[in-house]
Every structure is written in C-alpha cells, then in structure tokens.
C-alpha cells in the first residue's frame, strides 16, 4: 500500500508564502515523477508543477511560473512547493501526486487548503 500525505497549507494573506510539502510512505520501491495539481471550488484539478525523478525536469502551469518552486529531498519521498507572492486566485485544495512503483500507477494525496484572503 502507498499514502501520499500532505501538509503546510492554510490561510495567507496576498503577497505571502507557504511551502506545501508531500510525504510518501508505503511500500515503495520506485517514484519515477512527483506534483502538485490544485482545484478551486467549481473548477477542474490543474496540473500545478512536476518534477521528474530522473531527470529533475520541472514543468509549470503558467500562472505559477516566477512565483512556485517545486523541489524533492534527497530520498526522494518528500516533494515540496514553495510558493511565493501568493495571490487570491491561488486559493485551492492543492493535491500532491506521484508515479509510484510504475510510470502507469498514480497515486494522490486527500489534499491541503490553501487560502489567499485579505
């Protein structure tokens, strides 16, 4: 079995920053890539950042380029987000997902609230 867990959201002010952070447990043998994907209230879950295992290619939604990072520890379980001069339309449950033991076998946390609010 394989558990995503996720944790380090909450309520920011705008300008302000969090860093999202995403532990993977389990039986695990392989990640070949981990990210983060976010849905607002009445929207469809967008891809935010990825990060390859292999490679360390990242990929970025554009309205978070410049503004989110997206890094891996060295063991490789525990991806993060480090996001910056958030802004109100940040505001979502942000998910934390991972390719786990296979390219094909994809797995997702249960999900942290952030929320960007004067």
């Known amino acids: 079995q394989v558990r995503l867990v996720e944790s380090g959201g909450g309520l920011v002010q705008p300008g302000g920053s969090l860093r999202l952070s995403c532990a993977a447990s389990g039986s695990i043998r392989s990640i070949y890539a981990m990210g983060w994907y976010r849905q607002a209230p009445g929207k469809q879950r967008d891809m935010v950042a990825t990060?390859?295992?292999?490679?360390?290619?990242?990929n970025y939604a554009e309205p978070v380029k410049g503004r989110f990072t997206i890094s891996r520890d060295n063991a490789g379980n525990t991806v993060y987000l480090q996001m910056n001069s958030l802004k109100p339309e940040d505001t979502a449950v942000y998910y934390c997902?991972?390719?786990?033991?296979?390219?094909?076998?994809?797995?997702w946390g249960q999900g942290t609230q952030v929320t960007v609010s004067s």
């Open positions: 997902n991972a390719n786990i033991n296979s390219r094909w076998n994809d797995y």
């Open positions: 990060i390859a295992t292999g490679s360390g290619a990242t």
